[in-house]
């Protein structure tokens, strides 16, 4: 076999004898950049070569005076040339982008870039402009609204920057996330710690095919964001971004409350009815509100009663509301600056970014600035052999959090223990004088202590802001190292090392002055007969600490090898192993008696009971919160993918990996089974036999597989959480974590995907059509256990579920010409039901929380879903409403509650989107570009809130719909919120709480944001010798277009406090 | 050039990645242990404060010593607590029944420590710790499985213990095996098993009392034995107990005027306390709004320093031998006197009952009021010892288990009434309220029988 080659080699090296080489570079017509792996053919003779990573060539050719070579690159002109030799320099050839041709788009997966024309699985990438589009100081929203099958969740229990894609396989809220890879690594700090300046794209991974190489943490889909890179043999750019952010003030009014003057009314009633006596005597000193005590007085005579009623009355015109917006509220002003520098030679290029960005948040007294740097830098060596890259990517952020919110109106009950917002309470008089409101004690027991020598015991919201010190600051910084080896034609080998640490204080220091620390001191405080005061919580602050840190390596040895055999086969083979630690520790301290000055801090007795000062009935220890943690997150994997076309028709693609970590047990961890996937792609208008001419591009994929979960919270091993001492005996004592599970494995999600990618003829119109099924097997979830087990209930691999839907992106050029009209047009279906759980609830459970409060699934239907009691409108005589028992109309609303199953409530159907997309026309006329982006959200349900009698009874206030309520014969015809009854009843509330009429169809379409911009003109950038200069303006959040619901709240927005505010940017972009 | 790159980047990746050992078995968080060692185990079993020393509440809520007022009921802090009072049907309203999930946790501690001894091997070198181990394991899960008779099966009658249902009797780990009631006989058997075995285990003496010690051991013997009717065992059990240690302490050196009459006693000891677990706590008690029962505070003499060591002048408790604001409810050298007077009275032998009975009552008299107690008719000593039973053993968690116990004998036995807003609630003898129900979940989901109510 070696004599062969041997022979074949001299013979190869006999005819290069007779020939000439000639060398050259292909570059791009629009920005002169090289353009690598473009194709140089030599006409007639069937050789052709790829050019390197700058776009260089060299090509060997016959010793002819004439030569016809033909150049090509995907996405460019093909271009035909003449040249004569001998060559007098280096060739030098331009090509011009095919506009109308169809892009190469190169998807990152973490692990490799891929072309998507030869992939099989389903990727979305969001390039670089379409990012831009938005502005923003987090990276991640960029991606809402514009990426087919993905879903920011909104509404009841959804998180900030809560991701579905295709909706959720997983059960457990803890394995529910998408992966977020940032370049080759997950990224599991803050996302508030990336500048979205240095992002060029992010790629999102739907199914198995796609994301099955991230394996076990890939079941809810995987988001890869690639960062900025620079490019060999490129001249220095030098570019600038700026932009300022105005938000309004959010509608405080947005959800509605009883109006003062029902509250007060409601207080006068209770009033007479004695209702406040009990209280009056309290011996832990309960509030009593403004007119109560008003009230109080006016009936002891000590206060006249037209006095009395006359300062009632001027109550009622007062709305706390109103004090927020003015006192607790501002204009939201966030700037954003970036500037970045890169460039490239022949055997280094380098990237250097610096990002700030300072938020002046719409809470007077938040705050929050970031500072980003970030740098890389790459050699190729070796005659481009040997490839090395090192970087840097650091990030600062600052955020002060001073503002008490408006939970700082908020009257705190402590017996019934209740707490409720006083709607006529003032946070300032007049002159913007702070005011002290009602909080957790009668006034007139505060006043009591003002001769005792206590610290002021008065609570002055509007005070608190300048008092308070509350900051977190975190540092993050991740070193990057990879090195690349070119073996041979094709074959690398490589190592890509990432070091990461984060570190993240948070300081909250409440100084003495401070309504916590005062009333923390004065709680405690002993008075002695003598008058003397002994004081357990020191005088001085309350300094409370988190320090977090963490650090990780991440480290990849991997091989490729990728071989195109004259066109006809070609084979991409990737292997290889990557490991990966994660150490955080983080610790909570606090200090009494802190003194800022002198960093000085007193000792407490954290063993002994103390009587509290305003109910010595009562006693407490002095709060001890410090306490250790430290976290391990330890995985070891082996994966490898492959893909072969042929004839760059059909391509067979293969993938699969085994992951390893601390959590499995040995079982899992040594059955090493592999999670993997399969797919198959048939470029069809290759075939021979295509004729369909106005569709000159049509490929169909399928691919089948699994991906995985992880949830960290739980492990194979009976474990046990060891504490350091026991307050009784002062010795260590362990207690059990959960009991064992030695079968602990990752969740397995089923993905099948099918595909259809089509282009028209010049583009007019192209697209993607997906269909997918996904299932959900083996994901954790919860069972209950009967209590003599010792445990109550047991988490482990209990649940299915199944889901399926459809993703389209169709993208139409309606106008191609000076005026250009460009439509995107996003529809996705992602329909879910859950197939097998073991958990019974309460009934009360799945009418009130199965909506997204909490995770209470029902076989057969969407994890997420809204339940309901049957509605028979309310009594006419009374006002009361109506349900059923037993199919007949009935007010026995204990029987109600008793008699249904849970299979008896109405199901109104999912509560999160089952159908959304999004609608983007794009307009540009010479160097004007406006883009409008509509979204619609379709298919889903909410409940909303209604007024409930137990706390209007209360005398805590409630809903605004109090004011609809029925009060006479014949307004059931108008209202549907039942009449105040006389005496509470707790069933009759969660009956109409619960009743269907509250659950509303969430449909809507809104126009979610308009972009505008303007590019200086290329003569203009000439003359300026600018590459690009941009000012744009951007508005977000503009408002609802239409709605099914016919009432004032937005559907996605239903129990928010507010919908996100309208907000307009401005800002400028200069390159040269 | 090439070998050498390839060997390069095959030497970084070894260098970087680790290769160690145990890369995988480090703990995800290092709070959490696999419990294997015997250190380990007895991590767990020094569970004390939030597992292993707590006894159930309800029934010191339901034995009608102490009274309280709707306002405290209102605040309970569980239905259970609040429904324990009135004797409820209906204890749980579908909340936690804290008594039976905490106990049966401690057993689930008990078995996963006593799996746990199974793969540790014994070697000259442990054996002492590992006997100690073992012992105290058995031990708490006798004393659960006792605390949890007393509330969810019947009173011990010998004739039909074989019949009547008992508690689940789980001595495995393994949460996946079902369980079943099995009777009343099996339950009280294990119990006894447990604490024979236990007693040739544990240490003679412990450092911490949260530890049982053999000491303990017997005296939990004392307690079961009693609670069976089985006077002789009790009486031995309480002699063996007393032979170690049978000092007093004398309330006369007590400080009446401080808010708790006792010491905090892990800090300063006790001398009586033998074996300490204390009372859920709740409520009722913590909040200090619920005094004792007017017969029974007017129930000690005027020279008898019980009542003011153990109550303020407005009947709230401030008794507990622990010094703190819960309730004590392990054994104690007290019990262990009138453990052995009753039985001692009961098998008529008079003088040795009236001993034990003076020397106890030596030490809560003022000194030099109290003469001893003089007779010759065992019946009559008897009620004596019940009786000063009740006034030496209150909020101990005894009382339930006593009135259970005494009921079925005429002389003794106690109707219990309350009134709680207007409305009248009876306990009567033989009661079916005196078993408490088991929990819904209970019922649902292992398919117990429930007790009748």
Not at chain 1, 89 to 115: F, M, N, W
Not at chain 2, 176 to 202: C, F, M, P, W
């Given at each position: 076999?070696?004599?062969?080659?041997?022979?074949?080699?001299?013979?190869?090296?006999?005819?290069?004898?007779?020939?000439?080489?000639?060398?050259?570079?292909?570059?791009s017509?629009?920005?002169?950049t090289g353009l690598p792996g473009s194709t140089?053919?030599?006409?007639?003779?069937?050789?052709?070569?790829s050019t390197d990573k700058s776009g260089?060539?060299?090509?060997?050719?016959?010793?002819?005076?004439?030569?016809?070579?033909?150049?090509s690159f995907v996405g460019f002109?093909?271009?035909?040339?003449?040249?004569?030799?001998?060559?007098?320099?280096?060739?030098?050839?331009?090509?011009?982008e095919d506009?109308?041709a169809l892009k190469e788009v190169v998807v990152s997966t973490g692990y490799q870039d891929v072309s998507k024309v030869r992939a099989t699985g389903s990727f979305v990438k969001v390039d670089n402009e379409l990012l831009?589009?938005?502005?923003?100081?987090?990276v991640?929203?960029r991606i809402?609204?514009v990426a087919p099958g993905l879903?920011?969740?909104?509404?009841?229990?959804?998180?900030?920057?809560?991701i579905?894609i295709r909706?959720?396989?997983?059960?457990?809220?803890?394995?529910?996330?998408p992966l977020i890879v940032l370049d080759n690594f997950p990224y599991?700090?803050?996302?508030?710690?990336?500048?979205?300046?240095?992002v060029e794209s992010i790629t999102i991974l739907k199914d198995a095919a796609a994301a099955s190489i991230w394996g076990a943490r890939a079941g809810n889909g995987v988001i890869v964001i690639t960062t900025k890179k620079a490019g060999y043999?490129?001249?220095?750019?030098?570019?600038?971004?700026?932009?300022?952010?105005?938000?309004?003030?959010?509608?405080?009014?947005?959800?509605?409350?009883?109006?003062?003057?029902?509250?007060?009314?409601?207080?006068?009633?209770?009033?007479?009815?004695?209702?406040?006596?009990?209280?009056?005597?309290?011996?832990?000193?309960?509030?009593?509100?403004?007119?109560?005590?008003?009230?109080?007085?006016?009936?002891?005579?000590?206060?006249?009663?037209?006095?009395?009623?006359?300062?009632?009355?001027?109550?009622?015109?007062?709305?706390?509301?109103?004090?927020?917006?003015?006192?607790?509220?501002?204009?939201?002003?966030?700037?954003?600056?970036?500037?970045?520098?890169?460039?490239?030679?022949?055997?280094?290029?380098?990237?250097?970014?610096?990002?700030?960005?300072?938020?002046?948040?719409?809470?007077?007294?938040?705050?929050?600035?970031?500072?980003?740097?970030?740098?890389s830098?790459t050699?190729?060596?070796?005659?481009n052999?040997?490839e090395?890259r090192?970087?840097?990517?650091?990030?600062?952020?600052?955020?002060?959090?001073?503002?008490?919110?408006?939970?700082?109106?908020?009257?705190?009950?402590?017996?019934?223990?209740?707490?409720?917002?006083?709607?006529?309470?003032?946070?300032?008089?007049?002159?913007?004088?702070?005011?002290?409101?009602?909080?957790?004690?009668?006034?007139?027991?505060?006043?009591?202590?003002?001769?005792?020598?206590?610290?002021?015991?008065?609570?002055?919201?509007?005070?608190?802001?300048?008092?308070?010190?509350?900051?977190?600051?975190?540092?993050?910084?991740?070193?990057n190292?990879a090195l690349k080896y070119k073996i041979a034609d094709g074959l690398n080998a490589e190592i890509i090392?990432q070091?990461?640490?984060?570190?993240?204080?948070?300081?909250?220091?409440?100084?003495?002055?401070?309504?916590?620390?005062?009333?923390?001191?004065?709680?405690?405080?002993?008075?002695?007969?003598?008058?003397?005061?002994?004081?357990?919580?020191?005088?001085?602050?309350?300094?409370?600490?988190?320090?977090?840190?963490?650090?990780?390596?991440n480290?990849r040895p991997q091989i490729s090898y990728g071989k195109d055999w004259h066109s006809t086969h070609r084979l991409d083979v990737l292997a290889g192993y990557e490991?990966?630690?994660?150490?955080?520790?983080?610790?909570?301290?606090?200090?009494?008696?802190?003194?800022?000055?002198?960093?000085?801090?007193?000792?407490?007795?954290?063993?002994?009971?103390?009587?509290?000062?305003?109910?010595?009935?009562?006693?407490?220890?002095?709060?001890?919160?410090?306490?250790?943690?430290?976290?391990?997150?330890?995985?070891?994997s082996y994966y490898a993918n492959a893909a072969y076309s042929y004839l760059g028709r059909y391509t067979l693609s293969g993938s699969g990996r085994l992951d390893?970590?601390?959590?499995?047990?040995?079982?899992?961890?040594?059955?090493?089974?592999p999670l993997w996937s399969a797919g198959f792609a048939w470029n069809a208008s290759d075939?021979?036999?295509?004729?369909?001419?106005?569709?000159p591009y049509l490929k169909l994929r399928a691919t089948y597989g699994y991906n995985g979960?992880?949830?960290?919270?739980?492990?194979?091993?009976?474990?046990?959480?060891?504490?350091?001492?026991?307050?009784?005996?002062?010795?260590?004592?362990?207690?059990?974590?959960?009991?064992?599970?030695?079968?602990?494995?990752?969740?397995?999600i089923k993905i099948v995907n099918l595909g259809l990618d089509f282009q028209?003829?010049?583009a007019?119109?192209s697209g993607t059509v997906e269909y997918y099924?996904k299932?959900?097997?083996?994901?954790?979830?919860?069972?209950?256990?009967?209590?003599?087990?010792?445990?109550?209930?047991?988490?482990?691999?209990?649940?299915?579920?199944?889901?399926?839907?459809?993703d389209v992106n169709?993208t139409?050029?309606?106008?191609?010409?000076?005026?250009?009209?460009?439509?995107?047009?996003l529809?996705?279906?992602?329909?879910?039901?859950?197939?097998?759980?073991?958990?019974?609830?309460?009934?009360?459970?799945?009418?009130?929380?199965?909506?997204?409060?909490?995770?209470?699934?029902?076989?057969?239907?969407?994890?997420?879903?809204?339940?309901?009691?049957?509605?028979?409108?309310?009594?006419?005589?009374?006002?009361?409403?109506?349900?059923?028992?037993?199919?007949?109309?009935?007010?026995?609303?204990?029987?109600?509650?008793?008699?249904?199953?849970?299979?008896?409530?109405?199901?109104?159907?999912?509560?999160?989107?089952?159908?959304?997309?999004?609608?983007?026309?794009?307009?540009?006329?010479?160097?004007?570009?406006?883009?409008?982006?509509?979204?619609?959200?379709?298919?889903?349900?909410?409940?909303?809130?209604?007024?409930?009698?137990?706390?209007?009874?209360?005398?805590?206030?409630?809903?605004?719909?109090?004011?609809?309520?029925?009060?006479?014969?014949?307004?059931?015809?108008?209202?549907?919120?039942?009449?105040?009854?006389?005496?509470?009843?707790?069933?009759?509330?969660?009956?109409?709480?619960?009743?269907?009429?509250?659950?509303?169809?969430?449909?809507?379409?809104?126009?979610?944001?308009?972009?505008?911009?303007?590019?200086?003109?290329?003569?203009?950038?000439?003359?300026?010798?600018?590459?690009?200069?941009?000012?744009?303006?951007?508005?977000?959040?503009?408002?609802?277009?239409?709605?099914?619901?016919?009432?004032?709240?937005?559907?996605?927005?239903?129990?928010?406090?507010?919908?996100?505010?309208?907000?307009?940017?401005?800002?400028?972009?200069?390159?040269? | 050039?090439?070998?050498?790159?390839?060997?390069?980047?095959?030497?970084?990746?070894?260098?970087?990645?680790?290769?160690?050992?145990?890369?995988?078995?480090?703990?995800?968080?290092?709070?959490?242990?696999?419990?294997?060692?015997?250190?380990?185990?007895?991590?767990?079993?020094?569970?004390?404060?939030?597992?292993?020393?707590?006894?159930?509440?309800?029934?010191?809520?339901?034995?009608?010593?102490?009274?309280?007022?709707?306002?405290?009921?209102?605040?309970?802090?569980?239905?259970?607590?609040?429904?324990?009072?009135?004797?409820?049907?209906?204890?749980?309203?579908?909340?936690?029944?804290?008594?039976?999930?905490?106990?049966?946790?401690?057993?689930?501690?008990?078995?996963?420590?006593?799996?746990?001894?199974?793969?540790?091997?014994?070697?000259?070198?442990?054996?002492?710790?590992?006997?100690?181990?073992?012992?105290?394991?058995?031990?708490?899960?006798?004393?659960?499985?006792?605390?949890?008779?007393?509330?969810?099966?019947?009173?011990?009658?010998?004739?039909?213990?074989?019949?009547?249902?008992?508690?689940?009797?789980?001595?495995?780990?393994?949460?996946?095996?079902?369980?079943?009631?099995?009777?009343?006989?099996?339950?009280?058997?294990?119990?006894?098993?447990?604490?024979?075995?236990?007693?040739?285990?544990?240490?003679?003496?412990?450092?911490?009392?949260?530890?049982?010690?053999?000491?303990?051991?017997?005296?939990?013997?004392?307690?079961?034995?009693?609670?069976?009717?089985?006077?002789?065992?009790?009486?031995?059990?309480?002699?063996?107990?007393?032979?170690?240690?049978?000092?007093?302490?004398?309330?006369?050196?007590?400080?009446?005027?401080?808010?708790?009459?006792?010491?905090?006693?892990?800090?300063?000891?006790?001398?009586?306390?033998?074996?300490?677990?204390?009372?859920?706590?709740?409520?009722?008690?913590?909040?200090?709004?619920?005094?004792?029962?007017?017969?029974?505070?007017?129930?000690?003499?005027?020279?008898?320093?019980?009542?003011?060591?153990?109550?303020?002048?407005?009947?709230?408790?401030?008794?507990?031998?622990?010094?703190?604001?819960?309730?004590?409810?392990?054994?104690?050298?007290?019990?262990?006197?009138?453990?052995?007077?009753?039985?001692?009275?009961?098998?008529?032998?008079?003088?040795?009952?009236?001993?034990?009975?003076?020397?106890?009552?030596?030490?809560?008299?003022?000194?030099?009021?109290?003469?001893?107690?003089?007779?010759?008719?065992?019946?009559?000593?008897?009620?004596?010892?019940?009786?000063?039973?009740?006034?030496?053993?209150?909020?101990?968690?005894?009382?339930?288990?006593?009135?259970?116990?005494?009921?079925?004998?005429?002389?003794?036995?106690?109707?219990?009434?309350?009134?709680?807003?207007?409305?009248?609630?009876?306990?009567?003898?033989?009661?079916?309220?005196?078993?408490?129900?088991?929990?819904?979940?209970?019922?649902?989901?292992?398919?117990?029988?429930?007790?009748?109510?």
């Amino acid at each position: 076999m070696k004599l062969y080659i041997l022979i074949f080699l001299s013979l190869l090296a006999a005819q290069v004898n007779a020939q000439l080489t000639i060398s050259g570079r292909v570059i791009s017509a629009s920005d002169k950049t090289g353009l690598p792996g473009s194709t140089v053919k030599l006409l007639g003779a069937g050789s052709g070569i790829s050019t390197d990573k700058s776009g260089y060539f060299k090509l060997t050719v016959p010793g002819n005076t004439q030569l016809s070579l033909r150049i090509s690159f995907v996405g460019f002109v093909t271009c035909d040339t003449t040249i004569s030799l001998p060559l007098e320099k280096p060739l030098e050839i331009a090509l011009h982008e095919d506009a109308t041709a169809l892009k190469e788009v190169v998807v990152s997966t973490g692990y490799q870039d891929v072309s998507k024309v030869r992939a099989t699985g389903s990727f979305v990438k969001v390039d670089n402009e379409l990012l831009n589009r938005r502005v923003s100081t987090d990276v991640l929203t960029r991606i809402e609204d514009v990426a087919p099958g993905l879903i920011f969740n909104r509404g009841k229990g959804a998180g900030t920057n809560d991701i579905s894609i295709r909706g959720r396989a997983s059960i457990s809220a803890a394995t529910s996330r998408p992966l977020i890879v940032l370049d080759n690594f997950p990224y599991e700090a803050d996302l508030s710690t990336i500048n979205p300046n240095d992002v060029e794209s992010i790629t999102i991974l739907k199914d198995a095919a796609a994301a099955s190489i991230w394996g076990a943490r890939a079941g809810n889909g995987v988001i890869v964001i690639t960062t900025k890179k620079a490019g060999y043999n490129r001249p220095l750019r030098v570019s600038f971004n700026s932009n300022i952010t105005l938000g309004e003030k959010p509608d405080l009014f947005y959800q509605p409350v009883m109006s003062a003057a029902d509250f007060i009314e409601v207080e006068k009633s209770l009033f007479s009815k004695n209702y406040y006596k009990s209280r009056e005597t309290s011996v832990s000193k309960a509030p009593l509100t403004p007119v109560v005590e008003l009230l109080i007085a006016k009936r002891d005579g000590r206060l006249s009663a037209e006095d009395a009623d006359a300062r009632i009355e001027a109550l009622k015109e007062q709305d706390i509301r109103n004090d927020f917006k003015k006192y607790f509220y501002r204009q939201r002003v966030n700037r954003q600056y970036s500037f970045s520098l890169n460039g490239g030679n022949e055997i280094q290029n380098y990237f250097i970014s610096a990002g700030y960005d300072k938020n002046t948040e719409s809470l007077v007294g938040n705050d929050f600035s970031r500072f980003t740097f970030n740098a890389s830098n790459t050699f190729s060596l070796l005659k481009n052999r040997l490839e090395l890259r090192a970087g840097i990517l650091y990030s600062q952020t600052k955020e002060i959090a001073d503002n008490p919110g408006t939970g700082a109106g908020v009257i705190y009950m402590i017996s019934p223990s209740s707490s409720f917002q006083l709607p006529y309470a003032r946070l300032a008089d007049e002159n913007g004088n702070p005011l002290a409101v009602v909080k957790n004690y009668r006034d007139s027991f505060i006043e009591s202590t003002a001769q005792t020598g206590l610290l002021n015991w008065e609570y002055k919201p509007l005070e608190e802001i300048s008092l308070a010190d509350n900051k977190d600051r975190s540092t993050d910084y991740r070193l990057n190292a990879a090195l690349k080896y070119k073996i041979a034609d094709g074959l690398n080998a490589e190592i890509i090392y990432q070091y990461s640490r984060h570190i993240d204080d948070t300081r909250n220091f409440r100084s003495e002055q401070t309504y916590y620390t005062r009333d923390l001191i004065n709680k405690y405080s002993i008075v002695n007969a003598s008058g003397s005061i002994e004081r357990p919580v020191p005088l001085g602050g309350v300094l409370d600490q988190t320090n977090a840190s963490g650090y990780g390596y991440n480290i990849r040895p991997q091989i490729s090898y990728g071989k195109d055999w004259h066109s006809t086969h070609r084979l991409d083979v990737l292997a290889g192993y990557e490991e990966r630690k994660q150490e955080d520790q983080s610790n909570v301290y606090r200090l009494y008696g802190y003194d800022d000055v002198h960093a000085s801090s007193t000792a407490v007795d954290y063993v002994n009971f103390y009587k509290m000062y305003y109910y010595p009935g009562s006693t407490a220890k002095i709060p001890y919160i410090d306490s250790n943690t430290g976290l391990s997150d330890r995985n070891r994997s082996y994966y490898a993918n492959a893909a072969y076309s042929y004839l760059g028709r059909y391509t067979l693609s293969g993938s699969g990996r085994l992951d390893r970590s601390n959590l499995f047990g040995v079982n899992t961890n040594q059955k090493g089974v592999p999670l993997w996937s399969a797919g198959f792609a048939w470029n069809a208008s290759d075939e021979d036999f295509y004729s369909m001419t106005w569709l000159p591009y049509l490929k169909l994929r399928a691919t089948y597989g699994y991906n995985g979960n992880v949830d960290k919270s739980l492990s194979a091993y009976t474990t046990a959480y060891y504490y350091s001492n026991d307050p009784n005996t002062q010795l260590p004592y362990a207690t059990i974590q959960n009991p064992p599970n030695p079968e602990l494995r990752w969740e397995k999600i089923k993905i099948v995907n099918l595909g259809l990618d089509f282009q028209s003829r010049n583009a007019v119109f192209s697209g993607t059509v997906e269909y997918y099924l996904k299932k959900g097997i083996d994901l954790i979830g919860t069972t209950p256990y009967a209590p003599s087990t010792g445990i109550t209930t047991f988490t482990g691999n209990y649940a299915n579920t199944r889901g399926n839907g459809v993703d389209v992106n169709l993208t139409a050029r309606i106008f191609d010409r000076k005026f250009k009209w460009y439509t995107d047009f996003l529809f996705s279906v992602a329909k879910d039901k859950v197939t097998h759980y073991d958990i019974q609830a309460e009934k009360s459970s799945y009418l009130s929380l199965a909506d997204g409060g909490g995770v209470y699934p029902i076989e057969g239907k969407p994890l997420f879903s809204v339940y309901s009691y049957r509605w028979a409108g309310l009594d006419p005589e009374t006002g009361d409403p109506q349900g059923y028992v037993n199919g007949e109309v009935s007010k026995d609303y204990a029987a109600i509650a008793s008699s249904s199953t849970v299979d008896d409530l109405v199901y109104n159907g999912p509560a999160r989107p089952t159908v959304f997309g999004s609608f983007r026309n794009t307009f540009s006329w010479r160097n004007i570009t406006l883009s409008a982006n509509i979204t619609y959200r379709l298919g889903y349900y909410f409940k909303r809130a209604s007024v409930n009698y137990t706390t209007v009874l209360r005398g805590e206030g409630g809903h605004g719909d109090y004011a609809l309520r029925w009060q006479k014969k014949g307004d059931e015809l108008y209202t549907q919120v039942p009449s105040m009854p006389a005496v509470n009843n707790v069933n009759r509330n969660n009956f109409y709480a619960n009743a269907e009429q509250l659950v509303e169809k969430g449909d809507h379409i809104r126009l979610q944001d308009i972009n505008l911009s303007y590019n200086l003109n290329e003569r203009l950038l000439k003359q300026s010798s600018l590459r690009l200069a941009q000012v744009y303006v951007y508005a977000n959040n503009a408002g609802i277009i239409w709605k099914r619901y016919s009432g004032k709240l937005d559907p996605d927005y239903a129990v928010a406090a507010a919908p996100p505010a309208f907000t307009l940017a401005a800002g400028i972009k200069v390159e040269f | 050039m090439k070998q050498y790159f390839i060997a390069l980047i095959i030497g970084l990746a070894v260098m970087f990645s680790g290769c160690e050992k145990g890369f995988l078995d480090a703990k995800p968080n290092k709070a959490l242990l696999v419990p294997e060692t015997l250190s380990d185990l007895q991590a767990l079993l020094d569970n004390s404060l939030n597992l292993m020393n707590q006894a159930p509440c309800m029934n010191l809520i339901a034995d009608g010593d102490f009274t309280t007022t709707p306002d405290i009921l209102q605040g309970a802090w569980s239905a259970a607590e609040r429904n324990s009072y009135t004797w409820a049907g209906d204890m749980y309203e579908g909340e936690n029944a804290f008594d039976w999930n905490i106990l049966y946790q401690q057993v689930f501690y008990a078995n996963v420590v006593l799996e746990g001894l199974d793969k540790i091997d014994v070697t000259p070198a442990n054996s002492e710790e590992w006997n100690r181990v073992k012992g105290s394991a058995l031990f708490y899960r006798a004393v659960a499985f006792f605390f949890l008779s007393q509330e969810f099966a019947v009173p011990y009658v010998e004739e039909t213990a074989g019949v009547e249902p008992g508690i689940p009797i789980r001595t495995s780990a393994d949460v996946n095996i079902k369980s079943e009631r099995g009777t009343l006989q099996h339950t009280y058997d294990q119990i006894l098993a447990d604490l024979k075995e236990a007693e040739g285990l544990v240490s003679l003496i412990v450092s911490v009392k949260t530890r049982p010690s053999r000491a303990a051991v017997s005296s939990m013997m004392a307690r079961v034995y009693l609670v069976m009717g089985k006077y002789d065992e009790a009486g031995k059990s309480a002699a063996d107990c007393l032979n170690s240690n049978s000092s007093l302490i004398d309330y006369n050196t007590l400080d009446t005027t401080q808010s708790l009459s006792f010491p905090y006693f892990m800090q300063y000891g006790n001398v009586e306390l033998i074996y300490y677990t204390e009372a859920i706590g709740t409520w009722f008690f913590l909040s200090g709004g619920s005094p004792v029962s007017e017969d029974l505070f007017s129930s000690y003499d005027a020279s008898d320093l019980r009542k003011s060591v153990y109550f303020t002048a407005s009947r709230v408790y401030k008794g507990s031998y622990l010094g703190t604001y819960y309730q004590f409810s392990g054994t104690a050298i007290d019990e262990m006197f009138l453990i052995r007077a009753e039985c001692f009275a009961r098998t008529g032998d008079v003088a040795s009952a009236l001993a034990d009975l003076n020397m106890l009552l030596e030490n809560r008299y003022k000194k030099g009021s109290f003469t001893a107690i003089t007779g010759s008719d065992a019946g009559e000593i008897l009620n004596r010892v019940i009786e000063e039973r009740r006034k030496e053993l209150v909020a101990r968690g005894l009382r339930w288990s006593d009135l259970r116990r005494l009921n079925s004998d005429a002389r003794f036995a106690k109707t219990i009434t309350r009134e709680v807003n207007g409305v009248s609630y009876v306990l009567s003898p033989g009661d079916n309220k005196y078993t408490f129900p088991l929990p819904e979940a209970e019922v649902k989901i292992s398919g117990l029988q429930q007790n009748p109510r």
